[in-house]
């Protein structure tokens, strides 16, 4: 258990539809990031957090949209579904920003997302 | 640029053997380099991790080569055993203002009981 909590663990919805994913980091940890995983394009980094404030962009599509609140925990909305939007979502925390050792990554164990 | 190529793609091994999975990269800023295994169903798990001063780290039967003039480095499992059965990422990041872990494609291992 990496101490990273996401929900929900399954999400099935519709085309069209919007949703919203939610991280809780590891106590402590400051830093939220966002990953998305699909079997064409791997793991691919969506967006960070650190103590509220946006830090870095990946290629999240205008569709996305994500905070992080004042407790730290953070989520993450998706909305106009597409089909292809079908995917494991991941959040990780790290106790700092930057690279380095403060920036080892702990994972959450995903959200699995499928749209129909 | 970005990007960090992995390979295989998938590995088969008998039980006691050594797996090598292999990486490489473009960015000579990047600075860290660590592994993570995912099992199904799970997230990913930091496994060992590596800074390009140092050529090579064990820890326990994990050991991560670091080649720094050829920006290539690769996981090596000593005495693999069926539970080491998993996906196997490498990844790296660069010093700044965020700490974005760009990731290989995945190595899908199978040890062999």
């Known amino acids: 258990d990496s101490g990273v909590t996401q929900t929900p663990k399954h999400l099935i919805t519709a085309t069209g539809q919007r949703v919203t994913l939610r991280c809780s980091p590891r106590s402590g940890d400051l830093s939220v990031y966002w990953y998305q995983q699909s079997l064409d394009q791997g793991l691919q980094f969506l967006i960070q957090y650190y103590n509220g404030e946006e830090r870095a962009k990946g290629n999240i599509l205008e569709r996305f949209s994500a905070q992080q609140f004042p407790d730290l925990h953070s989520e993450l909305n998706l909305s106009s579904l597409e089909l292809g939007d079908s995917a494991l979502y991941f959040c990780?925390?790290?106790?700092?920003?930057?690279?380095?050792?403060?920036?080892?990554?702990?994972f959450g164990p995903g959200t699995r997302l499928t749209v129909l | 640029q970005q990007q960090v190529k992995q390979s295989p793609q998938s590995l088969i091994v008998q039980k006691g053997g050594i797996p090598i999975i292999n990486c490489a990269y473009e960015n000579t800023a990047f600075d860290y380099f660590p592994w993570y295994q995912q099992f199904p169903g799970k997230g990913p798990a930091l496994l060992i991790a590596i800074r390009p001063d140092v050529s090579e780290k064990k820890e326990g039967r994990f050991t991560i080569s670091f080649n720094k003039s050829a920006k290539q480095f690769s996981l090596h499992i000593m005495d693999s055993q069926p539970g080491d059965s998993a996906t196997y990422f490498c990844a790296a990041s660069s010093p700044g203002n965020t700490g974005k872990l760009i990731f290989g494609q995945g190595t899908t291992l199978q040890v062999k009981p």
């Open positions: 990780a925390s790290s106790v700092a920003t930057g690279g380095g050792r403060y920036n080892e990554q702990f």
